[in-house]
């Protein structure tokens, strides 16, 4: 079963390692830089991770570590083990000393695949491996997840589409693959022959593949320089460049020839680093000279001279009279339409004010003549109330009506005599009412 789950490793690794934190062939900057002819250019190049040391013990910062993360019955995140190259791996918890373990020729072959015998209910959760390359600054991980079971049956493997899954058989062995076989993490080469640093100098009109090599820099000491210009010290780059970091590139007594498309390309293959930064150079005129200052002279006793006047000394030439600025009043015409814009508003105003008017007055002119239909209204049924009792009742039991006692009314002569009409209207019904007794009596 060991067997099977170790050949089975290479199966689930090939996504495992998309994350790396170095990039290969990455512009990291790009500046235009101007100055005069004449001048000192130091076009700068930096970059901390290219500090080169001879350190015996670079293999203690390569280090690998186990961890459990548990989310049942409560989150908590428990390390494993570790294991540095030369160090005999520590386990953390003694529960899992002789039967958890990994490879001892882990950091030789690239295999760090942790083995657990006789899994149990409390090894279930997320495992992670974790590579660490600390002169690098590269950090690496997978992630596991181990589930158990009681049944054969059920035992399987498969992915959820974040992590690698594994059921297992409660009782049994497994091993979770964590395999890296990059000469980074195994014994590759030595540092110091694989840290290279190099200037192009691409001129003005002239295509990239065609770009001139300035110098090479290694991290063994070799330096090689192209063309004539390093030798007579007109450019140069730091002695100490791999142990501070610093690759800038220095042009002195700097000339229109110069100007150009410089790029610093720094490659560390040990950590699979590629970085390039581009200046493109520009100059200038050159700087105006200084001014020269006078030195004083040695004193002289003062000699009496008669004073004369020369053909320069009249103020008249000295001074320098400056032409004042002239002001010109200028006044611009109003335009045709800006007067036309005036009488419009105008022109509405007046037509509003009329319609408002207008509208005031038609219904004035309307409540009034209410007023005098309802007048007429009332005396028409006064009238009518008046002629019932001046009426004859006909052989058919009809009321005879007396048409002439309809008059036209006046509504000034109604609001004078209203209340003296009432009045005898009153004393007039009782007597009609008296005189229809009568009548009926007989």
């Not at 039967?99 to 149990?120: E, H, M, Q």
């Not at 100059?283 to 004083?296: F, S």
């Not at 007067?339 to 009329?354: E, H, M, N, R």
Request: charged share 20%; with cysteine.
């Amino acid at each position: 079963m060991l067997l099977l789950f170790l050949s089975s490793a290479v199966f689930f690794m090939p996504s495992a390692w998309g994350q790396s934190s170095s990039s290969l062939g990455v512009v990291v900057e790009a500046r235009n830089i101007t100055l005069p002819a004449g001048t000192l250019a130091v076009l700068p190049c930096n970059s901390p991770r290219m500090v080169w040391t001879r350190d015996r013990l670079k293999d203690r910062q390569r280090v690998v570590h186990w961890d459990l993360v548990r989310s049942i019955p409560e989150y908590s995140v428990e390390r494993i083990l570790d294991m540095s190259p030369g160090v005999k791996e520590r386990v953390y918890n003694g529960f899992n000393k002789g039967r958890i373990t990994i490879p001892k020729t882990a950091f030789t072959d690239g295999n760090f695949s942790l083995v657990i015998n006789n899994v149990g209910a409390t090894d279930r959760g997320v495992y992670s491996c974790n590579l660490h390359h600390h002169y690098c600054q590269l950090h690496q991980s997978i992630k596991i997840q181990l589930n158990t079971t009681k049944s054969a049956r059920k035992e399987k493997r498969y992915w959820d589409g974040d992590k690698t899954v594994f059921v297992v058989l409660l009782g049994s062995s497994v091993v979770l693959p964590c395999v890296n076989r990059r000469p980074l993490w195994t014994e590759g080469q030595q540092e110091d022959q694989q840290q290279v640093a190099h200037w192009d100098w691409q001129p003005p009109g002239v295509r990239p593949d065609l770009a001139d090599r300035l110098v090479d820099l290694y991290a063994s000491g070799e330096r090689r320089q192209y063309g004539p210009l390093f030798p007579v010290d007109k450019m140069s780059v730091s002695e100490d460049a791999f142990s501070v970091g610093d690759f800038s590139l220095t042009i002195s007594n700097l000339q229109p020839i110069d100007k150009g498309l410089y790029s610093c390309h720094l490659h560390h293959h040990y950590c699979g680093l590629h970085e390039r930064r581009i200046f493109r150079l520009m100059v200038g005129p050159p700087l105006p000279p200084p001014p020269l200052v006078p030195t004083a002279a040695p004193a002289v006793p003062a000699v009496p001279a008669v004073p004369h006047a020369l053909p320069n000394d009249d103020p008249s030439h000295n001074v320098v009279e400056l032409e004042r600025p002239r002001v010109v009043n200028v006044i611009l015409p109003e335009h045709r339409g800006h007067f036309l814009q005036q009488l419009g508003y105008i022109l509405a105003t007046f037509f509003l004010l009329a319609f408002i008017i207008t509208i005031v007055t038609v219904l004035t002119r309307r409540r009034r003549k209410r007023g005098s239909v309802c007048g007429c209204l009332y005396w028409l049924e006064y009238d009518l109330q008046r002629s019932k009792w001046r009426g004859h009742v006909t052989g058919h039991g009809d009321i005879a009506l007396d048409a002439t006692e309809l008059k036209v009314c006046n509504q000034e002569h109604l609001n004078s005599n209203y209340k003296n009409n009432l009045l005898k209207e009153r004393d007039m019904s009782k007597d009609r009412n008296k005189e229809m007794d009568g009548k009926l009596w007989k």
